[in-house]
């Protein structure tokens, strides 16, 4: 057998190449059931675990569900607070607040300057009518509408006098201020 | 005969019988291996697939829960219902005009102003009030009004106006002064919130529960206004009859 040399009857060869080959087929039968039982008991396990794994993820998930259910009214409350800060933001962004310009045009002049009527023209234009008792803070007013049109007051663009009329002893003047 | 029925011939194919009942073992594991592959363990593991993307589900609503949670419990109740306050005065709750100009008249009379007259549907404005503002479910309410009262506290006046709850709008200021007295049209107007606010608390992002910078500074500014109450009282008082005799009754 060593040297290549086969002295046994066909048949018996047939026999024990069979033997051999039923023997071979027995052992990869069993290293594939061993495979197919291994991959079955790791799916099983692994979807075992996974299922394990949800179950504790839903538990925790319930637990802080519940939580937040008991906060209800903070819940309600911080909610509605969002939404009506949003809409009082627009009603807020939507208002012009005169108070402070109407602050700054008054402290424009000089004490001794009266203002007696004041108008809100169209939405970013006031008109002003203003009475003096000395003509020479008329100069003041008209320094003043110089520097509000070269820019040096950054909430007014423009201004300009309207109309000037002289009394006995007092100076009315109209001026226009146009808002930024 | 039902034995020579089921005997094999003892050569199938050229191929000996005995040789072919040796692979049908293996054919047989073979085929019931493919069957339980497709049956048992690609759908088996393909549930390990969705069972894992539940986990990560659940665990991201649980973090998203846990984060609302925990904002929920630092933030201060009382400070959360003062809130809540501030921005329910900060629009009127009815399409009240008479309300509006109670709440003007508490403030000007704080400056010794008094309402001479008042109209509820000022002509150049009312095309502007049934006009449908950008803001959603809330409409404007304007009331022209003629005020007298002391020139020197005009400005006050104004002032105070803007830093009243409800928010007031001067949509017209024209003032006329002889001597220290001043007499002062306007149109104030306010917005009134259209319909209830039903609060949906389902799907609700952390996001939807925290002020942002801006809306916080925004409850801070209304928080410094002074809030005029409305005074409802003569609305809810109930009709009385009284039982008197008919004097032209013989």
Redesign the interface.
């Known amino acids: 057998m060593k040297e290549g040399l086969n002295l046994l009857p066909s048949m018996a060869k047939f026999q024990m190449a ?1 033997i051999k ?2 023997k071979n ?1 027995n052992i ?2 069993v290293v ?2 061993s495979f ?1 039982v291994l ?2 008991v790791i ?2 396990g ?2 075992g675990v ?2 394990y ?2 179950k504790q ?2 538990n ?2 319930t637990k ?2 519940n ?2 259910k008991s ?22 962004k ?2 012009f ?4 310009l ?2 700054k045009i ?1 402290d424009f002049f000089p004490e001794n300057i ?7 023209k169209n939405k970013k234009q006031f008109v002003l009518e203003c009475v003096l008792t000395t003509g020479s803070d008329m100069n003041d007013v008209e320094d003043k509408v110089r520097d509000i049109n070269r820019g040096l007051y950054p909430d007014f663009s423009s201004a300009n006098l309207t109309s000037i009329k002289i009394g006995s002893n007092s100076w009315l003047f109209e001026m226009e201020v146009n808002l930024i | 005969m039902s034995n020579n029925f089921f005997k094999l011939p003892d050569k199938i194919f050229g191929l000996e019988k005995s040789l072919l009942t040796l692979f049908l073992t293996p054919v047989i594991l073979l085929i019931f291996f493919l069957i339980s592959l497709n049956l048992v363990l690609i759908p088996k593991a393909n549930e390990i697939g969705t069972v894992n993307q539940k986990i990560d589900t659940v665990k991201t609503n649980t973090d998203k829960v846990n984060e609302k949670v925990k904002y929920l419990a630092s933030v201060d109740s009382e400070e959360l219902q003062r809130n809540a306050e501030y921005l329910d005065n900060a629009v009127l709750r009815n399409k009240k005009s008479y309300l509006l100009v109670e709440i003007i008249r508490q403030v000007a009379n704080k400056f010794d102003y008094q309402i001479e007259s008042f109209s509820l549907t000022p002509g150049e404005i009312k095309a502007e009030e049934t006009k449908k503002t950008s803001i959603e479910n809330m409409k404007k309410l304007p009331v022209a009004l003629m005020l007298h009262g002391p020139k020197d506290k005009s400005l006050d006046l104004v002032l105070a106006l803007e830093k009243t709850l409800p928010i007031l709008f001067i949509d017209k200021y024209d003032i006329n002064s002889s001597g220290s007295y001043s007499e002062l049209e306007m149109v104030v107007s306010s917005y009134y919130l259209g319909d209830e606010i039903n609060v949906d608390t389902t799907n609700i992002a952390l996001n939807d529960l925290i002020l942002s910078s801006d809306e916080a500074a925004l409850v801070e500014k209304i928080s410094s206004f002074t809030k005029i109450e409305e005074n409802t009282d003569t609305e809810t008082s109930e009709f009385q009859q009284y039982q008197r005799e008919n004097p032209f009754s013989l």
Not at chain 1, 71 to 92: D, E, H, I, P, R
């Open positions: 069979k080959l039923k087929i990869i039968m594939f059931l197919w991959s079955v799916i099983f692994w979807l996974n299922n794994r949800l993820a839903e925790k998930n802080a569900l939580s937040f906060l209800a009214t903070s819940v309600v409350l911080s909610k509605k607070n969002k939404y009506q800060a949003k809409l009082v933001g627009q009603v807020l939507e208002r607040e005169y108070g402070s109407i602050e008054m009266s203002l007696e009527n004041f108008k809100i």
